[in-house]
């Protein structure tokens, strides 16, 4: 690792033609991500080998997570870049605070540890992966429950929170948020909250696309991080329902990738980014990953393109989180407040 030599590859995008978001801290994270969810299909050396290739075609945004058993592994990956002389500055990093982690001081050594996993001094970006303090184990299926599961409970929520803000207080992360939120629940947090979220993550593709909360998230200055751009393909089977859809089969979305010459998921990325939210795709295959960040820098799509995907969207939630819910009459739809309320106990 140590006669390792950073090298831009030839073929790959120069970062700084990357169109990026800027927080109201005046920091720019960059305008796609590689997303390093394996969902038990790779390994943590295969994911942390990918880092280190995406990073070298071009990629400076990982979206990182505890729950996802490989942050020590792609730590290796940014030591083996920065000491390779890739500037730490250059790089935005996220990393998440899982579920059986929102007890009292566990947010915090949640981060830290994190922070080691990783090798890194801060964080650029820490969130609270899921707003429900319901955990499971790796590979379960659909039918699995934790047994000490709830809802969302705000007071529990804002506990949770304070440490978020205690960390950013002392510079451990650069920049707080949410993620897996609804409306009801952001509602009062942001009433509640010292220190407002800064972004929020959720699942958003041409099938899904969130129009309200989408809209709410960015009228109120929350950086829009979407994940499972191209529909999440390698998606978990707990998650797949008969109904599913998929994007990159829809007539319209092939029909533009064939105009463009290019796979139907470049689309699905394009759309996204032109959108206004930060698509964090997931890969291991350098043709992929990095198709995915030319199509950011690429021609763009028309304004009639982004009209008809804007048509197709089917409501279509692939990431459903059964195994998150409280009570065994439950569907997934309980975890997402479609009413407009939150799901109490009962």
């Known amino acids: 690792m140590t006669n390792y030599k950073f090298q831009p590859a030839a073929d790959g995008v120069d970062p700084k033609s990357v169109p990026y978001h800027t927080f109201a801290s005046g920091a720019k994270i960059p305008s796609v991500g590689l997303g390093t969810f394996g969902s038990d299909n790779y390994t943590s050396d295969v994911i942390a080998q990918a880092v280190v290739g995406a990073a070298e075609v071009g990629y400076r945004h990982f979206d990182c997570a505890s729950v996802y058993g490989n942050e020590d592994a792609i730590g290796g990956s940014l030591t083996k870049l920065i000491d390779g002389g890739l500037p730490r500055e250059e790089l935005w990093i996220t990393s998440k605070v899982w579920n059986d982690m929102h007890g009292a001081g566990q947010v915090i050594e949640s981060c830290k540890k994190s922070l080691s996993d990783l090798k890194l001094d801060y964080l650029d970006l820490f969130l609270v992966h899921w707003p429900f303090p319901n955990s499971h184990g ?92 191209i529909g999440s393909p390698s998606r978990p089977i707990r998650d797949r329902t008969a109904d599913d859809t998929v994007d990159v089969e829809d007539p319209v979305i092939v029909a533009i990738a064939e105009r463009f010459g ?20 997931f890969s291991v295959k350098r043709p992929q990953y990095l198709s995915t960040l030319k199509a950011i820098v690429s021609e763009p799509l028309t304004e009639a393109d982004m009209t008809a995907i804007a048509g197709i969207d089917k409501n279509n939630r692939l990431i459903k989180g059964h195994v998150f819910l409280w009570k065994e009459d439950q569907t997934w739809e309980a975890l997402w407040d479609l009413d407009g309320t939150i799901t109490p106990w009962l």
């Not at 650069?174 to 939120?181: C, D, F, K, P, V």
């Not at 009801?184 to 509640?192: A, C, F, H, N």
């Not at 290019?262 to 795709?281: L, M, T």
């Open 262 to 281: 290019v796979h139907p998921a470049v689309v699905c990325v394009k759309w996204a980014a032109q959108r206004g939210q930060i698509p964090i795709p």
């Open 138 to 229: 790796k590979g379960v299926d659909v039918s699995s429950r934790d047994p000490h599961a709830k809802p969302y409970i705000h007071e529990d929520y804002m506990r949770v929170w304070s440490q978020m803000e205690e960390l950013y207080d002392v510079g451990l992360v650069r920049h707080i948020g949410t993620s897996n939120m609804t409306i009801p629940k952001l509602e009062l947090v942001m009433r509640d909250a010292r220190i407002k979220p800064m972004a929020n993550e959720l699942e958003l593709h041409p099938h899904l696309q969130q129009a309200e909360l989408f809209k709410y998230i960015v009228n109120r200055g929350i950086v829009p991080i979407g994940y499972s751009p």
